[in-house]
């Protein structure tokens, strides 16, 4: 089973404008990570957050996270056509030692 | 610095029978994870591979088993194919039995089962 859910299911925005998705999860972690992947292929890792962190930058990335609603956000500013994909949340839940990954939010950035 | 690579890229398979889908590392890696991605869905933990042994197990019947070579590459086997085998599969790798840190995933597998 699938440990977090993101939201919202599909985003689409003008190229420059902010991207934000949610992503939410049931249980305590110790860390919980953004991949992104195109056209179905393999997934790229964009950022990791430890579950003691509340805020992480990486370029045009912000990712927050908020462990008492087992939630976190990722934010991609100035938004580019290339960034067109599917972006999935990563929980390592406490005592599990494997990845559970959400459902995705599908992004499409209009250029 | 050679990327995570899986063969074949597409393969279609009928009812029952079995396949083998392959795995290389990124170079000085040393762990290996395989994830099934059905269509519309998040990648699902198979099973880790780290020292040549299964060290992770996720939801999936005996059906699915692999192997690890001693230059860390993996297989994937899935026996007695059902309809709902048809996923991608994509191979992720990282060091030291950590399959909990930054995973570097190949591009993946396409499996087709008619």
């Known amino acids: 089973s699938q440990q977090g859910e993101e939201d919202p299911q599909a985003l689409s925005i003008q190229e420059g404008e902010n991207a934000t998705m949610n992503c939410s999860y049931k249980?305590?972690?110790?860390?919980l990570q953004w991949y992104r992947q195109n056209s179905g292929r393999g997934l790229v890792h964009l950022i990791l957050i430890r579950s003691n962190e509340r805020e992480k930058h990486s370029g045009r990335l912000r990712v927050t996270l908020d462990t008492s609603k087992k939630s976190s956000s990722l934010l991609i500013t100035a938004s580019r056509a290339a960034d067109t994909a599917s972006y999935f949340c990563?929980?390592?839940?406490?005592?599990?030692?494997?990845?559970?990954f959400g459902t995705g939010t599908r992004l499409t950035v209009i250029p | 610095d050679a990327g995570v690579t899986q063969s074949p890229t597409h393969l279609i398979k009928t009812r029952g029978q079995q396949v083998t889908l392959r795995c290389s590392p990124k170079s000085g890696h040393d762990t290996v994870s395989w994830y099934q991605q059905a269509l519309g869905q998040g990648p699902q933990f198979i099973f880790q591979?780290?020292?040549?042994?299964?060290?992770q197990r996720g939801n999936f019947p005996d059906r699915f088993s692999g192997h690890q070579f001693p230059n860390y590459s993996s297989e994937l086997n899935v026996n007695a194919l059902l309809l709902g085998d048809s996923a991608l599969y994509l191979c992720?790798?990282?060091?030291?039995?950590?399959?909990?840190?930054?995973?570097?995933f190949g591009p993946g597998t396409r499996l087709t089962v008619l």
């Open positions: 990563a929980t390592d839940q406490t005592g599990a030692n494997n990845l559970f």
């Open positions: 992720a790798s990282s060091l030291y039995g950590r399959v909990t840190d930054t995973q570097y």
């Open positions: 249980t305590s972690i110790n860390n």
């Open positions: 591979y780290y020292e040549e042994e299964e060290r």
